[in-house]
C-alpha cells in the first residue's frame, strides 16, 4: 500500500454532525445471524462497512514535522517519568528518539512539570507535545515554555473563557493543538451517552470541542478519538474521518501490557491504516515506552507503510539443532534499533532455511551439524560455529548498512 497514495481522497466536509451520529455515506455491513462485534462486551454492536473515500487530511506542522497531508504517518510516544524530573525526562525522550520515536508527549501536571518541560525543550531531540488536563494554565506555560503541540482534554477543560484564552496563546505561537476524546476524555454533556452509545459520545465530543476551538480562529488540529476497546475504537476513526478534514492521531488508549497491548494496538490500527486512516500514531503499553515505538514501526512495516528492518525467524520444532530461541532474544532489541530497510532470517533447520526464507536479504542457518549463512537463498559460507552466528550477523549488517548492532 502506497501511503501517498492512501491520501488522495476527494474532499467532502459539508457533512459534519456535532451529535456524533454516524454519517449516511457508510452503509451497515451485513452479519450473520447471532453474530456481534461486541466481542468485549464494551462496544458497537454491529459493525460498519467503511466510506469508499475520505476527505483528505489537512497538513499540520508539530516542530517541523509534517502530520496528514499526504504524510507518511508520524510515530509518536509518551514519558513515563515525573516531568519535573527533567533530567530522567530528557533521557528517555533520547532513547524514544533513539529507537525511532518522531514526537514526544509530556505530560504537564503543575508549575513544576512546565519549568521541567521547558529544560527538556531546550535539549530535546525531536518535538515535544505537552499534555494538559484540568488546569489550563499549564497549557499556557507549557506554551511560554516552547511546546511544539497542547493535548486538551474535553472533559476537564471546558470552560469558554479558559478555551479562549489557550487558543488566543495557540495562534500567538502558531502551534497546533491535539484534541484528544476518548473513553475518559469526553465532555461533560456526552457522559450520558456513553454507555449507550460510546462512539456517537466520542465523536460527537471531539467535533463539539473543535468546533468551540474553530470558534476563536484555530485550525491547526489534530483529532484523536480513542477507546481501550479495538472495535469501537475503528468506528470512532471511520465516522469522523467520513466527514471531518483533521489529521488523526491513532491508538486505542490503555490497550495494556507487551502481548496483551500490542496485540490488541495491532488491530486496530492495522485496519485503520489500512483503509488509509492514520497521520500519526501511538501504542498505548503498560511497559518503556520505547516497546510502543517498535510495535508502531512493526505494525508500519508490515502494511508497507514503512520501510525498516524485517526479522523472520521460524518458532523452532524438533529438527532445530542450536540455540536459536536464545540467538533471536540476544540479537532482538538491537535489530528493532536499525533503521534499515533489509530483512534477517534467523533459521533453525535447512527446511526453513534458505528454504522458507530464500528472500531475506540475510540469514542464518543450521543443518547437519553445520552452521551455515546465506544471502537470497544461496549458502555463502557453511564453516561457521553456532558461537559465530551473533558476530558473523552484525559484520555482514554492518557490510550491507554501514550501521553496527549493538550487541
Known amino acids: 500500500m502506497d501511503p501517498q497514495a492512501s491520501e488522495q481522497r476527494p474532499t467532502n466536509v459539508n457533512q459534519s454532525q456535532a451529535d456524533g451520529s454516524a454519517p449516511a455515506a457508510p452503509p451497515t455491513a451485513s452479519l450473520a445471524p ?7 462486551g464494551i462496544g458497537l454492536g454491529t459493525a460498519q462497512s467503511p466510506p469508499a473515500h475520505y476527505p483528505q487530511r489537512r497538513s499540520v506542522s508539530v516542530g517541523g514535522v509534517q502530520i496528514g497531508g499526504g504524510a507518511p504517518c508520524v510515530i509518536q510516544s509518551m514519558t513515563t517519568t515525573p516531568t519535573r524530573d527533567w533530567e530522567a525526562t530528557l533521557a528517555q525522550v533520547i532513547r524514544l528518539a533513539d529507537a525511532g520515536c518522531q514526537l514526544v508527549r509530556l505530560s504537564v501536571p503543575d508549575e513544576a512539570s512546565a519549568v521541567g518541560f521547558g529544560e527538556v525543550k531546550k535539549r530535546s531531540p525531536v518535538p515535544l507535545i505537552a499534555d494538559v488536563h484540568f488546569h489550563h494554565r499549564m497549557a499556557l506555560r507549557s506554551i511560554e515554555e516552547g511546546a511544539d503541540k497542547i493535548r ?3 472533559g476537564n477543560v471546558t470552560r469558554r473563557e479558559h478555551i479562549e484564552e489557550v487558543a488566543k496563546e495557540l495562534l500567538a505561537a502558531r502551534i497546533p493543538v491535539r484534541v484528544g476524546s476518548n473513553s475518559g476524555s469526553i465532555a461533560p454533556r456526552y457522559k450520558t451517552q456513553y454507555v449507550p452509545d460510546p462512539v456517537g459520545a466520542i465523536v460527537g465530543s471531539a467535533r463539539e470541542y473543535v468546533e468551540q476551538l474553530r470558534e476563536f480562529g484555530v485550525e491547526d488540529i489534530v483529532v484523536a478519538l480513542k477507546s481501550h476497546d479495538p472495535m469501537t ?7 469522523f474521518a467520513a466527514t471531518e478534514p483533521w489529521p488523526l492521531h491513532i491508538g486505542v488508549t490503555e490497550a495494556g501490557p507487551g502481548i496483551t497491548g500490542a496485540a490488541r494496538s495491532a ?19 503498560a511497559n518503556d515506552p520505547v516497546e510502543e515505538v517498535y510495535v508502531c514501526r512493526e505494525i508500519l512495516a508490515s502494511l508497507n507503510l514503512r520501510k525498516t528492518v524485517r526479522v523472520v525467524a521460524c518458532p523452532t520444532c524438533a529438527r532445530v539443532e542450536f540455540d536459536l530461541l536464545g540467538l533471536v532474544e ?6 528493532l534499533s536499525l533503521d534499515a530497510p533489509i530483512s534477517i532470517a534467523i533459521m533453525g533447520c535447512a527446511v526453513n532455511g534458505p528454504g522458507e526464507a530464500r528472500d531475506a536479504d540475510i540469514g542464518i542457518c543450521a543443518a547437519g551439524g553445520r552452521y551455515m549463512l546465506f544471502k537470497k537463498g544461496e549458502i555463502v559460507r557453511s564453516d561457521l560455529t553456532e558461537a559465530d552466528f551473533a ?5 555482514e549488517i554492518f557490510e550491507m548498512t554501514g550501521k553496527r548492532l549493538a550487541l
Open 233 to 239: 475504537t475503528v468506528e470512532c476513526y471511520r465516522r
Open 152 to 154: 486538551l482534554n474535553p
Open 34 to 40: 447471532g453474530s456481534s462485534m461486541r466481542a468485549s
Open 267 to 285: 488491530v486496530a490500527l492495522g485496519l485503520l491504516l489500512s483503509e488509509g486512516i492514520g497521520d500519526t500514531m501511538r501504542v498505548s503499553l
Open 330 to 335: 540476544r540479537l532482538e532489541k538491537p535489530l
Open 391 to 395: 558476530g558473523v550477523l552484525s559484520d
